[in-house]
Nanobody, 127 residues
Framework: QVQLVESGGALVQAGGSLRLSCAAS????????MGWFRQCPGKEREFVAS????????YYVDSVKGRFTISRDNAKNTVYLQMMSLKPEDTAVYYC????????????????????WGQGTQVTVSS
């Protein structure tokens, strides 16, 4: 079992920045690929970004490229999502997810590829 706890969500003005954190516990963090997903009001949960277990490979959805940065600190068992130039359409509940990874290059992008999920953190971007 892996427990994931997100933090850092807040109300922010358009153009602002936030950094989300996801602390993992329970198993060896470095064995897991990590991802961020979000669920916008009235929409299904969608992929945002993922990072391979050592951090050498990263993947983003097109809508956040150049604005969001995913990173991980394996010594702290934490994955981050730095969000800049936020837009009202970024308003969502953001979820952290983890999945066991046997390969250093894996960056899963689909919900059903992830085994563990956090409870989510609310990000609201006002216009």
């Amino acid at each position: 079992q892996v427990q994931l706890v997100e933090s850092g969500g807040a109300l922010v003005q358009a153009g602002g920045s936030l950094r989300l954190s996801c602390a993992a516990s329970g198993r060896t963090f470095i064995n897991y690929a990590m991802g961020w997903f979000r669920q916008c009001p009235g929409k299904e949960r969608e992929f945002v970004a993922s990072i391979s277990r050592i951090g050498g490979r990263i993947y983003y959805v097109d809508s956040v490229k150049g604005r969001f940065t995913i990173s991980r600190d394996n010594a702290k068992n934490t994955v981050y999502l730095q969000m800049m130039s936020l837009k009202p359409e970024d308003t969502a509940v953001y979820y952290c997810a983890a999945t066991p990874s046997g390969f250093s290059w894996e960056t899963p992008t689909k919900e059903n590829e992830y085994s563990y999920w956090g409870q989510g953190t609310q990000v609201t971007v006002s216009s």
